[in-house]
Structures are given as structure tokens and as C-alpha cells.
């Protein structure tokens, strides 16, 4: 058997061990009680993002939507198969969650093929082609407003710009306003700085990112 799949099963064994071969583990509640997870996040499939590994979390944790470069389309009352539409669906109005975060992430492959226009080469039919046209108000940005940057500079805003323009394509699905409009969903951008290890969060009222910062240990605890 080829290494790589070697790799994965010894991997499943492992899982397995820790998961299945106890009594009384999380798997045996998540199979007994479903899953109830209260976080949904849109990921890109890059391999070096697993949203689940980058916030240690635990099975029934996450509800977890990756495609290429985390984009989500608006909303479209055609009959076309919408794969995040259908997921975002299934999560908000089957799950009932209560938070959905974009995740973004630095040296994004997706967002840098659509800054080279490589995706192009793909051809008019091709599927990566059509995908990243909802970039392209991001794309757009770039060339007006940072035209002048590095390349490297370049795809660190575009993605940025992505997850706007995706924030505000997760206002138009009207299943996400209403629940938004009764506090009872929250909408979040983040961006994962790969090279640093950051995480940062969209501002809306200042149009920035910040780095999220957790409380230091033994920081107070309490509030009066
Ligand atoms: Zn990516």
C-alpha cells in the first residue's frame, strides 16, 4: 500500500484508540445525544487551514464549510446546486447556530491564482473559473485602490477585501438578516496569518482588522 495511505490509517488507529476504544468517550454523547455545535465556520480547503486544528477543537465542535479561498455566493433563488448555500442552510435553520465565522488565511492559493488570472487558463467552462468570479469585487479593489503594492501585499488585501465582500454576500440569504436582526446569529471575519500565526478580526464600524487577543493567565476574571 502506497506510504501516504499508510500514513493516514496509522493516523484512523490512533483516532480510534482515543476515541472508541474507552468507555464513556465524547463520540459515545455526539452519537447518543447528535450534534448540537454552535459554530459554523467557512474555511478554504488549502491543506495547512483545518479550522478544527488551528482552534483546537474537539468533534462536535464546529460546523465546517470549506471551499477554494472561503468565498460564499449571494444568495440565488435559481435551482443550480449551491453546495455552501445548502450547507449555510442546514447549519442556520436544521442546527440552529448561533455564530458563523469566516475563516480566512494568508498566502491563499485561490485568491492568488485570481490576482495572476492563472485560474484563467482553465478555460470558460471550467468550474474554478466561474468560483472565483465572486472574488472579483475583491480583485477589483486591488487594482484601484493597491495597485502600486508587492504581489505578497496584494493577496493579504485581496483576501481581506474577500471576506468583506463574502460578509456582505451572508446579508443577502434572508434566513441569515432575520436571525441577525433578532441577536440570535452573529457574523464574524477572521483571518489567519500564516507566517505569524495571528488571528485577526474584522472591525465593521472601523473597516480594519485587529489580532485577536485572548486574556493572559491569571489576567481577572471577575466582573462587578
Ligand atoms: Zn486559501
Known amino acids: 500500500m502506497q506510504k501516504d495511505i499508510l500514513t493516514l490509517i496509522e493516523g484512523y488507529q490512533t483516532f480510534r484508540e482515543h476515541y472508541f476504544d474507552k468507555e464513556n468517550t465524547a463520540f459515545a454523547d455526539l452519537v447518543r445525544e447528535g450534534q448540537r455545535p454552535k459554530i459554523l465556520m467557512i474555511a478554504c480547503s488549502d491543506s495547512r487551514v483545518d479550522p478544527a486544528i488551528v482552534m ?12 477554494v479561498a472561503n468565498l460564499v455566493p449571494p444568495y440565488e433563488e435559481d435551482l443550480s446546486y449551491h453546495g455552501t448555500s445548502a450547507a449555510l442552510e442546514f447549519g442556520i435553520c436544521v442546527l440552529g447556530i448561533r455564530h458563523v465565522i469566516l475563516f480566512g488565511h494568508t498566502q491563499c492559493g485561490g485568491i492568488q491564482t485570481l490576482l495572476e488570472h492563472s485560474h484563467e487558463k482553465c478555460g470558460p467552462k471550467s468550474f474554478l473559473t466561474k468560483w472565483m468570479e465572486l472574488a472579483k469585487a475583491a480583485h477589483d479593489a486591488i487594482t484601484e485602490y493597491h495597485a502600486e503594492s508587492s504581489m505578497e501585499e496584494k493577496i493579504i488585501l485581496c483576501g481581506q477585501y474577500s471576506l468583506i465582500n463574502s460578509l456582505k454576500n451572508l446579508k443577502t440569504f434572508p434566513w441569515i438578516t432575520e436571525r441577525v436582526n433578532q441577536n440570535s446569529l452573529s457574523l464574524h471575519a477572521w483571518n489567519f496569518d500564516m507566517s505569524k500565526g495571528i488571528l485577526e478580526e474584522y472591525d465593521e464600524k472601523e473597516n480594519c482588522f485587529r489580532a485577536i487577543t485572548s486574556p493572559l493567565p491569571g489576567s481577572l476574571k471577575a466582573s462587578f
Not at 59 to 67: A, M, T
Open 56 to 67: 483546537n477543537c474537539q468533534p462536535g465542535d464546529l460546523f465546517v464549510i470549506r471551499n
